[in-house]
């Protein structure tokens, strides 16, 4: 990517999650060793008001996010800043669509800084809003 090809107002490709798998939220409550038993007991999850599915970790519904963001601009490297606000959960079983839109560009001799707005929605529920920055650089001229 360079920065002569990004304008504001692009939008980000969308990624698509298809089924939260819920043997996937409970893997990582164990590996995160989160206690939290919305990840894994679904009485715990209905005692808590939150319905019959786990609750996947927030983490794990933002790295859909940054997944997104890296891969569009090129590399981890790239990734400046990075600011969410976690608005809804996500459920074993909902299908997640995550996407971002280039809202500025700072150009400089180096490249460019390129902030976008970015989400994630849960079956038309916003779960993550935000926002990032990743820096392209120019590519040099052969």
Known sequence: ???QDIQVGARLPERHI???NAEHIKQVALILRDSNPIHFDLDAVAKAGLGDR???QGGSTMAYVLDLVTEWAGSRAALRTVSCSFRSNVFAGDDVVVGGEVTAITED???ALVECTVWAEANGRRAIQGSATVAVP???AR
């Open 138 to 140: 120019r590519r040099k």
């Open 18 to 20: 298809t089924a939260v």
């Open 1 to 3: 990517m360079n920065p």
């Open 109 to 111: 001799a180096a490249g």
């Open 54 to 56: 786990e609750v996947n």
